[in-house]
């Protein structure tokens, strides 16, 4: 019922920037709430950022000032930009969405950051 595409992931230096995309399209309906996730070899899925349809935020403490979470509610798409990439950084992005009682998922954009 409802589709997620991610984009905009890559191979980075330490200190760059990215910007992941995440289309939506399907049945959807407010309210609702997009989050960025990610997942390292061997660690578990963690939340990165979330933003919800009326457009409070929350982060990670470990991207807070670096990473910023936006949606564009007209193109049914939210944003990820990051800035000041670390290794750490490193990870499978994964966009998700909740609404209603259903949570959606994408398939992931790899990120990583490397010299």
């Known amino acids: 019922q409802v589709q997620l595409v991610e984009s905009g992931g890559g191979l980075v230096q330490p200190g760059g920037s990215l910007r992941l995309s995440c289309v939506v399209s399907?049945?959807?309906?407010?309210?609702?709430?997009m989050g960025w996730y990610r997942q390292a070899p061997g660690k578990q899925r963690e939340l990165v950022a979330a933003i919800t349809s009326n457009g409070p935020t929350n982060y990670t403490d470990s991207v807070k000032g670096r990473f910023t979470i936006s949606r564009d509610n007209a193109k049914n798409t939210v944003y990820l930009q990051m800035n000041g990439l670390k290794s750490e950084d490193t990870a499978v992005y994964y966009c998700?969405?909740?609404?209603?009682?259903?949570?959606?998922w994408g398939r992931g954009t790899q990120v990583t950051v490397s010299s």
């Open positions: 399907g049945i959807l309906y407010r309210p609702n709430t």
């Open positions: 998700n969405r909740q609404q209603g009682a259903r949570i959606y």
